[in-house]
């Protein structure tokens, strides 16, 4: 799959760092350090634009190493990035720990991962399918 990419930060473009990575490490591209406080957000931005082929998703995700170390994660758990958005990459970060947290300039704050997706053509019924499972749900199953 080709995408697109306008990179206006100093940094090389996103790369896969092994041969089974799944996505990309994204770079903070900010003029001046950023501190996140103890259950703050921000949104920071990386200085990239996509374009995606149509029907793929691009997913921003946090990155588990800055999760388990500093508690910084993502506030919408996931972003999406969509085939027909242009505008900026920017991640919206929140700090779970109990420090700040500064976030420099180069620094890998998020990873993106590419997914093939399709649109649900919905139809209206006035019931659904029986199944063993029907409606039990959180925890249903004593688990």
Do not use: C, W
Not at 35 to 49: D, F, H, Q, W, Y
Not at 103 to 124: P, T, W
Request: charged residues 25%.
């Amino acid at each position: 799959m080709k995408v697109k990419i306008v990179n206006n930060s100093p940094f090389k473009l996103p790369a896969y760092e092994t041969k089974g990575s799944a996505g990309v490490d994204l770079q903070a591209y900010v003029e001046n350090p950023m501190v996140l406080k103890p259950l703050e957000r921000a949104l920071v931005p990386t200085g990239i634009s996509i374009e995606l082929p149509e029907g793929y998703e691009a997913q921003v995700r946090a990155r588990s190493g800055l999760a388990i170390k500093h508690g910084i994660s993502l506030v919408n758990g996931i972003g999406t990035i969509d085939s027909d958005y242009r505008g900026e990459i920017k991640v919206i970060l929140i700090n779970l720990g109990d420090k700040e947290f500064i976030v420099n300039s180069g620094d890998r704050i998020a990873q993106m991962v590419f997914i093939k997706h399709e649109q649900a053509d919905f139809e209206l019924v006035e019931e659904l399918n029986e199944t063993e499972r029907g409606t039990g749900g959180f925890g249903h199953t004593g688990v």
